[in-house]
């Protein structure tokens, strides 16, 4: 078939679709997160001491790192939309939250003794921290996937990932509502465990789902 | 030169905004222009990844399917050279990687207007006519009338004994069709 004889089957097809948003972006991973809170407030809920806890800076820390994460990815999964950008070169967004997560390990070595790290950093609902966060992340992750498909991102499993990172805190900072262990050397591990397993699904996830 | 490539593609981005709005002989002219930018760009992108030469015209059609497709990602208070350009390298890493080479492809960011082609290569059997083959028949008839032979909607539609709305649906998910195949093609 010649071009421009193509290009009349083109030109007739004149469904256009409305553009992405990252208001319409935003929507969703609400949509998501209220689906989250559900499963949150049905099968885990809010610790008993909430609270007291929030008194204690090592509990706060939790939901300022996962905060952090949350709203450093935001803008990038909302570029991920656009073809042109080039995802690789903002990585360096990850920055801050990495930096705040370094400053609480080291608020924590500095306010506990020694013997506390190693119980502290192990803590003692490891695997269930892992286990919630990403089952918590599943439905903003179903969400921004949507969204993403009807944006154009040029780098699928790349745009993928950061979904999966970006919903994977916005899990966290659920599950740190419930989170009984306040080490922020548990945060730095498991917390960092948890989220690199939703980033892995959101890569996985985009190589199917985001290719155009 | 700089300044003729922004005149171009300004004019590009006035033609997509106008045809976003639904103005038909717009886009119309907006694909007749782009066509040799993205010709001009697959060459060297062709060469660049060592495949046959004989893809370009496939990959110029797969990557105006695509630009149409994705025709509403464009944000008009964005320039359009950067974005067409992420398109075209986006196919062409498709192309390459039907071939087997996994190595990035390195394109400007822009055109290079030194390179636009307005000759289309003639070949006797073009993919996106083997492709055809993965559509469902009214879908494939529709595309070829509407294509090859000009026909509008309604005279598509009054030939099929279709309702115009169908024929413009059927023709819209056989165009995605087309594009999810071509994806999926093997060398």
Redesign the interface.
């Known amino acids: 078939?010649?071009?421009?004889?193509?290009?009349?089957?083109?030109?007739?097809?004149?469904?256009?679709?409305?553009?992405?948003s990252g208001r319409k972006l935003g929507g969703r991973v609400a949509l998501g997160l209220i689906v989250s809170l559900v499963i949150f407030f049905t099968f885990l809920g809010v610790r008993a001491d909430f609270r007291e806890a929030l008194a204690d800076p090592h509990v706060v820390f939790k939901f300022v790192f996962s905060a952090s994460m949350f709203g450093a990815l935001l803008p990038l999964v909302v570029l991920a939309?656009?073809?042109?950008?080039r995802l690789a070169k903002l990585l360096r967004w990850f920055a801050p939250p990495a930096l705040v997560l370094g400053c609480g390990v080291v608020f924590q070595l500095l306010t506990s003794p020694p013997s506390y790290w190693l119980s502290g950093m192990v803590g003692r609902y490891p695997n269930f921290c892992v286990t919630c966060i990403p089952l918590l992340a599943a439905a903003p992750l179903a969400m921004l996937l949507t969204s993403l498909r009807q944006?154009?991102t040029?780098q699928p499993v790349l745009a993928g990932a950061l979904a999966g990172a970006l919903s994977g805190s916005l899990a966290a900072f659920i599950y740190a509502l419930h989170c009984p262990d306040d080490s922020a050397l548990f945060v730095a591990l498991w917390y960092s465990l948890a989220i690199g397993i939703t980033t892995l699904a959101g890569a996985f996830a985009g190589d199917r789902l985001l290719?155009? | 030169m700089k300044a003729d490539f922004d005149t171009q593609t300004e004019a590009l981005g006035a033609l997509l905004l106008a045809a976003n709005a639904g103005d038909a002989a717009a886009y119309r002219e907006f694909l007749l222009r782009l066509a040799p930018l993205v010709r001009g760009m697959a060459r060297r992108g062709i060469r660049r990844i060592g495949t046959p030469a004989a893809d370009l015209e496939d990959a110029v059609q797969e990557t105006l399917l695509a630009i149409h497709l994705k025709r509403h990602t464009w944000r008009e208070d964005q320039p359009i050279g950067p974005w067409i350009a992420a398109i075209t390298r986006y196919k062409l890493i498709d192309l390459a990687r039907k071939y087997g080479r996994r190595k990035e492809i390195e394109l400007d960011e822009n055109f290079d207007l030194a390179t636009p082609e307005t000759e289309e290569v003639a070949l006797p059997e073009h993919e996106m006519s083997r492709l055809l083959d993965c559509v469902n028949e009214t879908q494939r008839a529709i595309v070829r009338s509407v294509s090859i032979k000009g026909v509008s909607i309604r005279e598509v539609a009054s030939l099929l004994n279709m309702s115009e709305g169908a024929v413009r649906v059927a023709l819209h998910r056989a165009l995605k069709a087309l594009a999810e195949a071509y994806r999926r093609l093997d060398a």
């Not at chain 1, 939309?81 to 950008?85: G, K, N, S």
Request: proline share 13%.
């Open positions: 078939m010649k071009t421009d004889d193509f290009i009349n089957a083109l030109v007739v097809d004149t469904e256009v679709l409305p553009p992405p939309l656009r073809p042109e950008t944006g154009a040029t290719r155009w």
